[in-house]
T-cell receptor
Framework: DGGITQSPKYLFRKEGQNVTLSCEQN?????MYWYRQDPGQGLRLIYY???????QKGDIAEGYSVSREKKESFPLTVTSAQKNPTAFYLC????????????FGAGTRLSVL | DQQVKQNSPSLSVQEGRISILNCDYT??????FLWYKKYPAEGPTFLIS?????DKNEDGRFTVFLNKSAKHLSLHIVPSQPGDSAVYFC??????????FGAGTTVTVRA
């Protein structure tokens, strides 16, 4: 069953702590993305990667970091520099060819303790 | 600067009637438009899309209309069903794999 798996579903961060959100896909997609959703707002792009070992900043990359060492994995680290990390985080992927349809995981809700 | 706008945060419609969701954009370089549906605590799921070379695309109960001169698109759902109650996001792309999303419209279908 192909899809995108995000874990954990819920995550709590203490002050000054870095936390890492996992995103794995078995769709054989080249491109992967991280979005943040806040109440009443649309999805905002944090980082994206079009190929292994390469990634670009999106619109709100400050306080976040990513890596893309394997095609199927694109973890997102929320660092202590991100002062307002409470949000719903969504990972997506898309094939290199075939248009711009992005397929999303179920999301991770991050809260600050 | 939000390039995709959904000005109606919510829409309530009776079951069996038509739902019309609207979306406006400002970037004339956008050439591909998508609608996503999202239930609470889940990721968005792709619904329907349209390329800028077309003005209409239909898939079952869902039809998307594109008016390039007005930089406006709309999603029609006919007939509306209780399972259609969700948040609908409009998104746009200029071919570089990045999507710009609107803030969403919450649709409630009343029995």
């Amino acid at each position: 069953d192909g899809g995108i798996t995000q874990s954990p579903k819920y995550l709590f961060r203490k002050e000054g702590q870095n936390v890492t959100l996992s995103c794995e896909q078995n769709l054989n997609h080249d491109a992967m993305y991280w979005y943040r959703q806040d109440p009443g707002q649309g999805l905002r792009l944090i980082y994206y990667s079009q190929i292994v070992n390469d990634f670009q900043k999106g619109d709100i990359a400050e306080g976040y970091s990513v890596s893309r060492e394997k095609k199927e994995s694109f973890p997102l680290t929320v660092t202590s520099a991100q002062k307002n990390p409470t949000a719903f985080y969504l990972c997506a992927s898309s094939p290199r060819t075939g248009g711009d349809i992005q397929y999303f995981g179920a999301g991770t809700r991050l809260s600050v303790l | 600067d939000q390039q995709v706008k959904q000005n109606s945060p919510s829409l309530s419609v009776q079951e069996g009637r038509i739902s019309i969701l609207n979306c406006d954009y400002t970037n004339s370089m956008f050439d591909y438009f998508l609608w996503y549906k999202k239930y609470p605590a889940e990721g968005p799921t792709f619904l329907i899309s349209i390329s800028s070379i077309k003005d209409k695309n239909e898939d079952g109960r869902f039809t998307v209309f594109l008016n390039k001169s007005a930089k406006h698109l709309s999603l029609h759902i006919v007939p509306s069903q209780p399972g259609d109650s969700a948040v609908y996001f409009c998104a746009a792309s200029q071919g570089d794999y990045k999507l710009s999303f609107g803030a969403g419209t919450t649709v409630t279908v009343r029995a």
